[in-house]
């Protein structure tokens, strides 16, 4: 039984089936086929604005492009310290910008302060050229922590981004599961937040390979094209990532996939808050939890896979995905609360 990761999750089976429909006959290639057109039409319509779409194959191209596009060699990317971007990311936005420096704000549970950012904004330029130009924010949604920023969390940073003059770009690799714990559109949750790029996620609600970067503000979509090439991830047979993403987000597909993830996040959390603590507020379909050690090895005797969170031998994390069958987080309950 897998709690270790979403992206050990398989492909959803309607998802698979969009692909082996679009293998029909021939498309033009590197995104001039119908599906990587037609994708774009339906962000457009589901964002409620025009967008610049780029479909990829994972999400650190995504924020690295992103990354790529608004800010130069020598400016300064602001995030939290546990962003993907800044942990997991083996320096690629750095390489991507040819040198970008990454500053990282610490904050609880996985979210960035906006006073915190302000206050740290406001004593920059002292050294003036010595330092790195603040150029972009990057948020991420849902946090690393599982947490989620509210859409006035989000107008905070909107009023920093304009305060400073800076990009402001959303690592959305889990956004459907943002989205369904805040119950709100995708416009609202972007572009009327200030979002000006979002790494669109779907591989691990259920596609396979398949992402995307989508761009709001026409002042960062200079020769994104060219930096995709640059990157390798402008695939030739994209027609199959397109294919995905069409069904992903067609008839809210996206949504019912990570309503059940959260649901089986929420559930867990539910029913087994008396007896153990979670060490961040449950929120979408990432869960954090204390336990103790004996209780960890038993689980793991018992076929539970999840990961020990690296620097703790008590805290586990627990990632439910639009693939967790009831039964299996049943099972995880019923293990947790008969332990003595
Ligand atoms: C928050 C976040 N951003 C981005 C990514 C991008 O991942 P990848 O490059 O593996 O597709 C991940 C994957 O784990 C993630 O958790």
Redo the contacts with the bound molecule.
Sequence with gaps: MNFRSD?EAPVNASILQAMIEANQGFEESYGYDTYSERFTEQCQQLFETWCEVLPLS????A?SIAMALSCPPYGAILCHEDA?LNR??CGAPEFYTAGAKIISIPGKHGKMDANDLDQYLANTGVHGEHESLPCTISL?QCT?AGTVYSLDELLQFKKIKEKYGLALHM?G??FANALVALGCTPAEMTWQSGIDML?F?A??NGAMMA?SLIVFNTQYIKEIKRLRKRSGHLISKMRFISAQLLRYIQDELWLKLAAHANQQAQYFFQNTQQKITFIHPVEANEVFCRLPVELIASLSEQGFEFHVWPGFNDVIRLVFSHATEQSSTDKLVQAIMQHE
């Excluded at 994972?58 to 191209?61: E, I, R």
Aim: glycine share 10%; hydrophobic share 10%.
């Design positions: 992206n994972t999400g650190t191209a924020n993907h997991d990311e991420t690393e690592d690799a889990r790494s996620g591989t691990k992402e």
